[in-house]
């Protein structure tokens, strides 16, 4: 049998990074994301904010594999904002993150290769300051059993280690529960008796 990875890495909490060359100054925003909903609304707040900056570059991941992804140049230079903010979250191996750069224009132009260092540059200062983690992919489910067989279900949640997030006990009892991916098939086995959904 296969075992399945179902641990991927991501940032505790929001982290800044800033790089500075030639006047202009690079402002990068990370933050931890769940949902493409999310990500779009700390986007707009960073936008908001600042409001007086040039250009707003950002890419974010999702999830185990990082699909889906987003990048976007915001008006610079085709592929030299998004795609080395993106390729920084790449070899970093981050998922559920959204960096924003910001950039405030100083007079002078960088060119192609000078954008692609400004904007590669901010993203790992904002990466490097960041609080790294490793969180597990799942899926939820709801379990339908008799009330009889509560006891055969919480052992078996006992025995996965698998914590109930919502229960109601009746003669028909229901819960839900987060299961890693690595375990759904033995959850699936050792529970055939009950309802899942």
């Keep these: 049998m296969n075992a399945i990875s179902d641990t991927y890495r991501s940032i505790a909490a929001p982290a800044k990074g800033i790089y500075k060359e030639l006047g202009s100054k690079f402002l990068a925003f990370a933050y931890p994301v769940e949902t493409e909903e999310e990500a779009k609304r700390l986007l707009e707040e960073v936008r908001k ?25 915001d008006g610079e230079p085709s592929s030299t904002a998004g795609r080395p903010i993106h390729g920084q979250l790449l070899s970093n191996g981050l998922s559920d993150i959204l960096v ?15 954008l692609i260092r400004a ?3 901010a993203t790992q200062d904002a990466i490097a300051n960041a609080s790294i983690i490793e969180k597990v992919a799942g899926e939820t489910f709801t379990l339908t059993f008799d009330y009889l067989q509560m006891n055969d279900v ?9 914590t109930p997030s919502k229960q109601a006990f009746d003669l028909r009892c229901t819960l839900t529960a987060r299961v890693r991916l690595s375990q759904i098939e033995e959850f699936r086995k050792q529970l055939a008796f009950c309802q899942i959904n």
């Design 49 to 73: 904010e600042y409001f007086d900056a040039r250009h707003h570059c950002y890419a974010w991941r999702l999830g185990l594999t990082g699909e889906p992804y987003r990048m976007n140049d």
């Design 100 to 114: 924003v750069v910001v950039r405030y224009f100083g007079g002078t132009k960088l060119g192609v290769p000078g």
């Design 119 to 121: 904007y590669k540059s």
């Design 154 to 162: 919480m052992k078996v949640l006992k025995d996965m280690d698998i």
